[in-house]
């Protein structure tokens, strides 16, 4: 009954149809993880390099793989931690209010984006010594574009 229900929601949302071409995919699944990893990364330089948020959505829904879209989110945010720039922040963000409004990521696969991050902080913080104050600064931002709750904002690290 529940599985009904949330089909019901999720079919008479705008883009509902393709919002539940999203959610299960229809074939992607079959890629290793490396491959996956690699073309998400690649992904994110080719949209560093021209600004096309259009073209980043198209590539990943091309990879049919809405299951493993966190992995985008996690790597948009480290690319935004190892920065120095202005302007890798605002891309990183604006790519994720576009993916996120377009129901491209879903709310499951932005949380644990999110959530992996919050766990190697600690790790990634050894590299790059300024990360937890430029996540709370992006969670923050990111929080008041409306792409993560106010929960998975609370859950943010700080030093």
């Known amino acids: 009954r ?11 949302m705008t883009k509902g149809g393709k919002r539940i071409g999203n959610v299960w995919g229809s074939g992607g699944g079959q890629q290793s ?20 948020v259009l073209e980043a959505e198209r590539c990943l829904q091309e990879l049919e793989v809405p299951h493993f879209h966190h992995e985008l989110v996690y790597e948009a945010v480290v690319i935004v931690l190892e ?12 790519l994720l209010k576009s993916l996120w409004k377009s129901s491209v990521i879903t709310v499951d696969q932005m949380k644990k984006g999110y959530e992996r991050v919050y ?20 969670v923050e931002e990111c929080f008041q574009a409306g ?3 106010k929960p998975l904002r609370d859950l943010c690290p700080s030093r």
């Open 33 to 52: 993880v490396k491959h996956l990893v690699k073309e998400i990364d690649m992904l994110l330089k080719e949209y560093l390099l021209s600004g096309d």
């Open 2 to 12: 529940a599985a009904l229900d949330r089909a019901t929601v999720l079919l008479s």
């Open 83 to 94: 920065s120095t720039g202005e302007k890798t922040f605002k891309m990183m963000l604006d």
């Open 119 to 138: 766990c190697e902080i600690p790790d990634i913080n050894l590299d790059v010594p300024h990360s937890y104050s430029v996540l709370e600064r992006f």
């Open 147 to 149: 792409i993560i709750s």
